[in-house]
């Protein structure tokens, strides 16, 4: 094996073995097999370019344009030219693609679902990281610095996964560096000739340097020890440092984690979409239910609740979740003494809504429902597991309708002081205007309760904002402060503004997402559409627990424990399940094409793979088929190189061989450049032709000549003696031929050589001595026929 061979594998495997660490971040990490076969497909392309040779710029070209098809077949090829060549459609796709990643990393907790954004990052990262490691190790001869982007892919490993990448991946990725450096040393040292190894140490075997498997030489097993000592250190320093909590060995640090089949999950952060949702020409329907409650205009459909609050937006926090239990447990501060009745609902999904969060209304008590769920207790919220979502789900959920009174929340008791540190938590960089603006308001508020209704009033009704979704939602600390000096904005505004200032008085306050109550049909049902998405704030107040607040003008209903007349709410006999046509979504949201990341959050895209992971009828790409296809654009790509793949393999072959093999290398070489070969010359005057027709001069002459004098030494002496250099001198003709061409002449000889007419001529001459040896079987076989006919007669 070759040096070059040598290097190339070992970038392969070192890319590899770094990108191990990024396996434990999606489930399942089917990912890194298309990963190590375009890592594949990139060396190979550099090996071929290696060997032409083309340049280095030209070789990473190469590369990268490989790199480029490969993507585009794997992962958008429904917008590509001939499924291969990327258009403006495939780029806007890709991008798209690349943008949902990016938000589903910031949405989910490890291991993510390995959506096809995800894919696309991690495959892309992966192989660009190669395409890095292959040009600095080997294109370049610099094993050393390919260390650098070998320790990016492992560190952004190692940061998504809160520092816990583990030992184990790091000790892959440090092996996988060594044995990219040890491939370049041993290269290094085979072209020094033969490596002093010592002198021999009596009464030791094998301590002289052998000429083939022998034992290591020296400088290697230095190497060797150096590098594992360095990893030991590596491994076991952190141990016995301080601030270093465990090192490698250590565990994953403080956080939440649930025991028994429990684990964490990031919710996801459908704010960002409810823009797009609420402009949509079309009210898509997303769900339609059924419901004993006498009056529905409270009964949120409640997602997520968002409760980190850095300044800038509002995010969800990685919770712990467990098993659904059969009975929820009973709602935190909720007392006895609040008047409380169950409501029982019954839900069906659209076909085309797909969301990992089920909508239900709060505080649910109990969840009927098939499928894969997990539940959240702090939010009181059920996420699908391993792909579920709300595609087509029935379910029945057993809720508490809550009416507290005035009385009831002005006289709340104090917050127990856990929940208060964690949700009255407002970041430093909160402009000052947005508490004073919340004292101003509040002013000649006596509790917490009237601080909160005026509050609510006062962005509702009597601060003179103005709804309005086409407003730009802004971002950064100032995005508050320029809402309540503009005063117009929807529900995200709203909401998150009165959250803000809640919290700036010290209120426990959070962010809720989901959909409004929706309208009643003339079959009593109700439809929830894709424009009821809707946030608001939640506020927490003991006795009664958290509490719903609707600061959004002309969206949804007034909560009736903050209007003057409290309107009472009875519950009819329990719902049964509807499995009749009427319970049916009665318009299915269609799948748009121009569906972007933000849409698909609140489901109205239809199915989607960016959500739900996969569509359940198992459509998708077939991995076999996507090898063959790469495999087969691989090939056709390739047919226009074959005469210069050729030219290389028989040039090196012939290099390598006796002197009428150069001989012949010196007259293709110049026949590739338009001197034609003439067989009836002996080799002076042969070798003064091409001189004269290439318009040789100087050093390339004159290796022209010196290997005629050589071919005639061969041919006519009694006793030929070896000549060494004559593949130098075949190279120098060659360099002479090259600088006398101009760019067209070296592109022809280069691409289209002439002299590659002798692989027709081979290939004739084979097909005329199998037809030769086939027509001579025949004869036989028939010759063998008739002697066995007389014979019988």
């Not at 399942?28 to 890592?39: C, E, G, K, S």
């Not at 991946?169 to 560096?177: D, H, I, P, Q, T």
């Not at 489901?603 to 793979?609: A, Q, R, S, T, V």
Request: glycine fraction near 10%; charge should be positive; hydrophobic fraction near 40%.
């Amino acid at each position: 094996m070759s040096g070059r061979t040598r290097l190339t594998l070992a970038s392969w495997g070192a890319t590899l073995m770094a990108a191990g660490a990024l396996l434990p971040l999606v489930k399942p990490a089917t990912w890194i097999f298309t990963a190590a076969f375009l890592l594949a497909l990139v060396s190979g392309v550099g090996t071929l370019a290696r060997r032409v040779p083309l340049a280095r710029p030209l070789t990473l070209l190469a590369q990268t344009v490989t790199v480029l098809l490969a993507l585009t077949l794997f992962f958008a090829r429904e917008q590509a030219v001939l499924w291969l060549f990327p258009g403006p459609e495939a780029l806007a796709h890709a991008v798209e693609l690349f943008r949902a990643g990016a938000e589903d990393v910031g949405r989910y907790a490890i291991p993510a679902p390995d959506t096809e954004g995800i894919r696309l990052m991690l495959v892309g990262g992966v192989v660009a990281i190669g395409l890095l490691v292959d040009a600095l190790a080997v294109t370049f001869r610099k094993a050393a610095p390919a260390g650098l982007p070998l320790l990016a892919l492992y560190s952004v490993a190692a940061g998504l996964s809160g520092g816990g990448a583990g030992w184990l991946w790091f000790l892959l990725a440090a092996s996988g560096y060594l044995l990219l450096l040890l491939a370049e040393g041993r290269d290094r040292l085979s072209q020094w000739g033969r490596v002093f190894g010592g002198a021999q140490r009596s009464g030791r075997p094998g301590s002289t340097v052998a000429s083939g498997g022998g034992p290591a030489f020296a400088p290697a097993r230095t190497g060797r020890r150096i590098g594992a000592v360095a990893m030991g250190v590596a491994l076991v320093a952190p141990l016995a440092l301080p601030g270093f909590s465990g090192g490698l060995f250590g565990g994953k640090g403080e956080g939440d984690g649930g025991a028994g089949k429990g684990g964490t999950i990031s919710a996801v952060n459908p704010l960002v979409s409810l823009q797009n949702n609420l402009r949509q020409p079309e009210d898509r329907e997303v769900i339609r239910y059924r419901t004993n409650a006498r009056d529905t205009s409270g009964m949120y459909l409640r997602l997520v609740a968002l409760d980190q609050f850095d300044g800038t937006s509002w995010k969800s926090s990685v919770r712990p979740i467990e098993d659904v239990p059969e009975q929820l447990p009973w709602p935190d501060g909720l007392s006895q003494s609040v008047k409380i009745t169950e409501v029982t609902s019954n839900f069906v999904a659209s076909e085309a809504y797909e969301q990992k969060w089920l909508p239900m209304p709060y505080p649910a008590g109990r969840v009927d429902i098939d499928g894969r769920w997990r539940y959240e207790p702090a939010g009181r919220m059920l996420v699908g597991d391993d792909k579920q979502t709300t595609k087509g789900a029935r379910y029945q959920v057993a809720s508490l309708d809550v009416r507290p009174t005035a009385e009831q929340l002005a006289g709340a008791g104090p917050v127990p002081e856990k929940l208060r540190r964690e949700y009255t938590k407002v970041p430093s960089t909160l402009p000052a205007d947005v508490r004073t603006t919340a004292l101003s308001v509040t002013r000649g508020a006596r509790n917490d309760y009237e601080r909160a209704v005026k509050l609510q009033d006062w962005f509702a009704r009597d601060g003179g904002f103005r709804y309005d979704v086409d407003v730009v939602s802004g971002t950064g600390v100032q995005a508050i402060s320029r809402f309540l000096r503009d005063k117009e904005g929807f529900c995200v505004h709203f909401s998150f503004s009165m959250a803000a200032m809640a919290r700036s008085l010290g209120i426990p306050a959070r962010v809720a997402v989901g959909f409004m109550p929706g309208t009643t049909q003339t079959d009593g049902s109700v439809s929830v559409g894709i424009r009821d998405a809707h946030a608001w704030p939640e506020l927490y107040f003991e006795g009664a627990g958290w509490t719903r607040f609707e600061p959004t003008p002309s969206r949804g209903s007034t909560p009736s424990y903050t209007r003057e007349n409290t309107p009472s709410g009875t519950a009819t006999g329990p719902a049964q399940p509807q499995q009749s046509a009427s319970a049916q979504p009665s318009a299915a949201p269609s799948a748009s094409a121009s569906c972007t990341p933000q849409e698909r959050k609140l489901g109205d895209c239809g199915p989607d793979e960016a959500v739900a992971g996969a569509s359940s009828d198992g459509s998708g790409p077939d991995p076999l088929a996507v090898t063959l296809l790469s495999l087969a654009a691989v090939l056709v790509l390739s047919l226009p190189f074959l005469p210069l793949l050729w030219r290389t393999r028989v040039r090196a072959r012939r290099l390598g061989s006796d002197t009428l093999a150069v001989w012949e290398e010196v007259n293709d070489t110049a026949w590739d450049h338009g001197v034609e070969p003439d067989d009836s010359l002996t080799p002076r005057k042969a070798a003064a032709r091409i001189v004269r027709l290439g318009e040789l001069r100087g050093e390339s002459a004159d290796a022209v000549h010196r290997v005629a004098r050589a071919v005639e030494e061969v041919l006519y002496a009694p006793r030929p003696q070896p000549v060494a250099g004559l593949a130098a001198e075949a190279a120098r003709v060659r360099a002479g031929f090259h600088a006398g061409a101009d760019r067209r002449g070296r592109l022809r000889a280069l691409l289209a050589p002439r002299s590659a007419v002798r692989l027709r001529w081979t290939a004739s001459s084979r097909w005329a001595a199998a037809r030769t040896r086939a027509e001579t079987v025949r004869t036989r076989a028939s010759t063998l026929l008739r002697r066995g006919a007389h014979g019988t007669n």
